[in-house]
């Protein structure tokens, strides 16, 4: 077997954990912003959005005969056009661990050590995303499927308020109307965001494009029922008039259930998320490091590389320590740029790919005549 390659299964997990991440506690929250209680058909309009672009992705690899994602930007972009495009690609995955990190700091200082420095949590956190994350692929994707069964929990947990659910808090649906619903649908695909690491995965994972164009299926639509599911359950618990001032509500929902055992199910709830977040921040890290590889071919910079990387994720944590404000402005400007990058440019090297595969396939045509 291929050591460089990972199997179907553990695709199917990497592209789960990947999505699955920060943004489900604040999902509900966001998405009531702009679609009220329909939110949950905005995350159905994402997902299927979503859906579109991975069948892009498939498409624009089968075009290239499977080429690296990288290559392929240099191939139809250029050398150094190419590899200006690689670097913004280096940046916005640093942008986006940061902002992983910065968040998760911030949520464990909220619920769980607020009288710890969080740059002490941020440590901890990133030099073990930093240990795992510069292993390679397949290594992180058997530790990706080893966590998976947690995703269940994280599910089954916020099901203990169908108890106190009142389904009229839903009606009338579609109140919001069709313009909302739409707006809300991209900030649901922001929330979602993690299949981009499909670039970078579908080459080097076994299967025909067919089978993992399955794969792909079925991920999407366990996690966008599941996201589904859960906004649903918390705006069946809380009303309109308490869901839109409360930015977690689903650890809000879990606080407020306690049994004889287990006082604080939140707690076990937001220890279970540090391994999923962990996860999600691993394989970004990846991805970091697999531009930067790009980049810098030579492997003996590789270390010093990801010790960089590491230090420079606790530093912007240091600098951004307890300030809300900035980090809702980072948060903002990163998912706002980050369309680009999984949509943009892979978009534009699928136009691209499939006017040049046309153009060969008409050459050939006038050939054979």
Known sequence: ???????????????????????????????????????????????????????????????????????????????????CVVVLYFIYFFGISALISMLFVEIIDIWILPVTPNWIVGIMFVYLALMLGSDSIRTIARFNVLISPLLILIIVMPALALKEAHILYLLPIGQSGIKNIILGSKDALLAMLGFEILLFILPISMG????????????????????????????????PDEIKIVPQPLLYVLRSFSFKIIERVDLIFLTIWVMIVYTSLVNYFYLMMNAGK?????????????????????????????????????????????????FVIPTLLFIISLVVFLFNKGKSNEKNL
Request: hydrophobic letters at 50%.
């Open 1 to 83: 077997m291929n050591t460089n390659k990972i199997s179907k299964h553990q695709l199917f997990f990497l592209i789960i954990q990947s999505q699955v991440g920060i943004g489900i506690l604040g999902l509900p929250y966001q998405v009531f912003q702009k679609s009220k209680t329909d939110g949950w058909i905005s995350i159905l309009i994402a997902g299927a959005l979503i859906q579109v672009i991975m069948f892009i992705y498939i498409y624009l690899f089968k075009l290239n005969k499977n080429q690296l994602f990288f290559n392929i930007i240099v191939k139809y972009f250029g050398k150094w056009i190419g590899k």
């Open 294 to 342: 790009y980049l810098i071919p030579k492997k003996k910079y590789h270390r010093s590389l990801s010790v960089f990387l590491g230090f420079s994720l606790v530093l912007v944590d240091y600098l951004i320590d307890d300030n809300s404000f900035k980090l809702a402005k980072i948060a903002e400007h990163i998912t706002n740029t980050s369309f680009i990058f999984f």
């Open 208 to 239: 025909s494009m067919n089978k993992k164009a399955f794969i792909l299926m079925l991920s999407n639509l366990i996690l966008t029922s599941s996201y589904c599911i859960l906004v649903l359950i918390t705006y069946m618990y809380f009303s």
